[in-house]
């Protein structure tokens, strides 16, 4: 029996293999609008995603409850103040899976509005361990988190003026002198 030689498209699909699954940051682009992946790389090479304020609450949720990956600690939240851009102030969660080892970057960009502080929904419902983090970005850089069970200063006085990991924050003019002392070496 002679056998015939495929027919070109069947050689095409045999060679062809199937799309890698999307991996958990497609999927956070393709279900919350606006979100995208930042231009720069990290030196940590950790995949990173950037979503919008009113997406993060859900965005996180879902990370956490029904992604695949089970994202099911939360690592880290952090605050950052960037002065020079339209939307200065950011928010970053680090959510690590016990189960597969993965970790992924959330950012959430924040500007003030008409003289406010900056405002996003709070997680710490979500997470409890995020209330005192949130509670620090709060008092340290000013970002006020939406539904928060307990916001206020937690590492200044209530009665402190400012926040002072804003770039912005006047640091004081204390002069201080420096002399020579023969017995000190210096």
């Given at each position: 029996?002679?056998?015939?030689?495929?027919?070109?498209?069947?050689?095409?699909?045999?060679?062809?293999?199937?799309?890698?699954?999307?991996?958990?940051?497609?999927?956070?682009?393709?279900?919350?609008?606006?979100?995208?992946?930042?231009?720069?790389?990290?030196?940590?090479?950790?995949?990173?995603?950037?979503?919008?304020?009113?997406?993060?609450?859900?965005?996180?949720?879902?990370?956490?409850?029904?992604?695949?990956?089970?994202?099911?600690?939360?690592?880290?939240?952090?605050?950052?103040?960037?002065?020079?851009?339209?939307?200065?102030?950011?928010?970053?969660?680090?959510?690590?899976?016990?189960?597969?080892?993965?970790?992924?970057?959330?950012?959430?960009?924040?500007?003030?509005?008409?003289?406010?502080?900056?405002?996003?929904?709070?997680?710490?419902?979500?997470?409890?361990?995020?209330?005192?983090?949130?509670?620090?970005?709060?008092?340290?850089?000013?970002?006020?988190?939406?539904?928060?069970?307990?916001?206020?200063?937690?590492?200044?006085?209530?009665?402190?003026?400012?926040?002072?990991?804003?770039?912005?924050?006047?640091?004081?003019?204390?002069?201080?002198?420096?002399?020579?002392s023969a017995s000190s070496g210096v």
């Open positions: 029996m002679v056998q015939q030689p495929p027919s070109e498209g069947a050689t095409q699909a045999a060679d062809e293999t199937p799309p890698p699954p999307p991996t958990d940051i497609d999927l956070v682009i393709e279900r919350f609008p606006g979100s995208f992946v930042p231009s720069w790389r990290y030196a940590d090479q950790m995949p990173t995603v950037r979503v919008l304020p009113e997406h993060i609450r859900e965005a996180i949720s879902w990370l956490r409850r029904e992604c695949e990956t089970r994202y099911d600690m939360l690592v880290d939240v952090g605050g950052s103040h960037w002065p020079d851009r339209d939307e200065p102030f950011e928010v970053t969660y680090i959510l690590h899976s016990m189960s597969t080892n993965a970790r992924i970057r959330v950012k959430c960009a924040v500007a003030p509005h008409g003289g406010e502080l900056p405002v996003i929904p709070s997680i710490a419902l979500i997470w409890s361990a995020a209330n005192w983090p949130e509670r620090e970005i709060y008092d340290m850089f000013g970002v006020e988190f939406t539904d928060h069970p307990d916001l206020r200063r937690i590492l200044t006085p209530n009665d402190w003026e400012g926040h002072p990991l804003r770039k912005d924050f006047p640091l004081g003019e204390e002069p201080v002198e420096f002399y020579r």
